[in-house]
């Protein structure tokens, strides 16, 4: 991440979870010593931005190491959270970088309903071409008029080429044909929607199998990346999610969408605790800017209300 103007959109848009760990460290700390009340207190203030209860247990018995009965500042605490969260986000922070070797690399984009793939996907693409690659989208949401609309917009945008199918089309197949196409036009990358699934149904994880078996048939690799588009609004449910969508695909990373809508941006933190897959991007707003790679120092001290 670079540039004053995506920082600032960063620290808007962690504005409200970065307001609820403020306040209550500033409440916790009040002028006293770090005592187990104070240290309680301070774990249930992380616990609320659903940094998690193993995390918030952790990080808080790491300051108690460092600062345990000793006179200590909110700013003190709050540089100590926001190394310890760097830490704990650094390995996963890791951009989407496309194999060179794979042409194209085949992306393939899961998640639930209305967790924001489609729009990720033109986020993606607009990233990539931007930095001069040749991308391909596949409409694979083939249940969503909408979602296929939505995705020839972003095409004309980015200038990426869609391949589209009727509403009902068989999304395995249209996940087929798009491989063939970007093969044979030498695309860096393929980016596949696909419909929002409810992680315990069944059927809509069968289908999700099915593209991959497919487009198996043409490249064994492929897909090259399966990236689990989380919302952050849903706060602890992304563990279900995430836990979920890896019993049926080989989920490769994560992108974090609609932080900007919600106090629960914490649950990164959570998340890479638990599952260590990378965090390929967030987003942060609408806007076609609003998703970036994940950077976890600018996110850490965001999120502590501190300085970049």
Avoid: Y
């Amino acid at each position: 991440m670079s540039g004053g103007g995506w920082l600032s959109r960063l620290k808007d848009g962690l504005s409200r979870t970065t307001s609820r760990l403020t306040d209550g460290i500033t409440q916790a700390i009040s002028g006293r010593k770090l005592d187990d009340a104070t240290l309680e207190a301070l774990e249930e203030t992380l616990i609320t931005a659903d940094i998690g209860v193993a995390t918030a247990a952790k990080l808080t018995q790491t300051l108690a190491a460092e600062k345990f009965d000793k006179e200590v500042t909110d700013e003190e605490v709050r540089e100590s959270l926001a190394a310890q969260i760097t830490e704990i986000l650094e390995p996963v922070a890791r951009p989407l970088s496309p194999d060179p070797a794979k042409k194209p690399h085949v992306v393939l984009v899961a998640g639930v309903n209305g967790s924001g793939k489609t729009t990720t996907i033109g986020k993606l693409a607009k990233l990539f071409t931007g930095e001069g690659k040749s991308v391909m989208l596949a409409a694979g949401d083939t249940f969503r008029a909408a979602a296929i609309d939505q995705l020839k917009i972003w095409g004309e945008r980015t200038g990426a080429p869609v391949i589209a199918r009727e509403t009902g089309a068989d999304a395995a197949g249209l996940a087929f044909d798009a491989l063939e196409a970007a093969q044979k036009e030498n695309a860096d990358l393929l980016l596949i929607d696909t419909a929002g699934r409810l992680q315990n149904r069944e059927d809509l994880m069968a289908e999700l199998q099915k593209i991959i078996r497919v487009i198996r048939k043409i490249d064994e690799t492929a897909p090259h990346s399966c990236l689990l588009v989380l919302d952050a609004t849903v706060g602890q449910n992304a563990h279900s999610q995430v836990e979920n969508f890896k019993a049926m695909t080989e989920v490769s990373g994560l992108v974090m969408t609609k932080l900007d809508g919600t106090a629960r941006g914490g649950v990164i933190v959570a998340l890479a605790e638990k599952f260590g897959l990378p965090v390929h991007a967030i987003g942060v707003g609408e806007g076609e800017d609003d998703l970036r790679p994940f950077d976890a120092r600018d996110f850490a001290r965001n999120l502590m209300g501190l300085p970049g």
